[in-house]
């Protein structure tokens, strides 16, 4: 049974810090493409950060470059978003999801965790 799991959401202040964490499991995550999307109330769902399975190679939205790093414990099959200098646009329900297209094509979603910035 695939599964992940987010912690690590929480209300902090802007130029705050937070990181996010994604439990998986019934796979392994290394070997899956993994992101962080988030999706503010009354907008679509956006790529935040993404990690390839095949060189760890990161990629960000230019609206959190230089602040979020994504990265991941194969030994604890976990993926985390570090969050750093917090906006209050950066408010949004943050979901973990894991992409594999071959051999066959894999989604998967997390549950969402909220993360507030504000003062």
């Known amino acids: 049974q695939v599964q992940l799991v987010e912690s690590g959401g929480g209300l902090v202040q802007p130029g705050g810090s937070l990181r996010l964490s994604c439990a998986a499991s019934g796979f392994t995550v290394g070997t899956y493409n993994m992101r962080w999307y988030r999706q503010a109330p009354g907008k679509e769902r956006d790529l935040v950060a993404g990690i390839s399975s095949f060189d760890g190679i990161r990629n960000y939205a230019d609206s959190v470059k230089g602040r979020f790093t994504i990265s991941r414990d194969n030994a604890k099959n976990t993926v985390y978003l570090q969050m750093n200098s917090l906006k209050p646009e950066d408010t949004a329900v943050y979901y973990c999801?894991?992409?594999?297209?071959?051999?066959?094509?894999?989604?998967?979603w997390g549950q969402g965790t909220q993360v507030s910035v504000s003062s």
């Open positions: 999801n894991a992409n594999r297209v071959l051999p066959v094509w894999y989604n998967y």
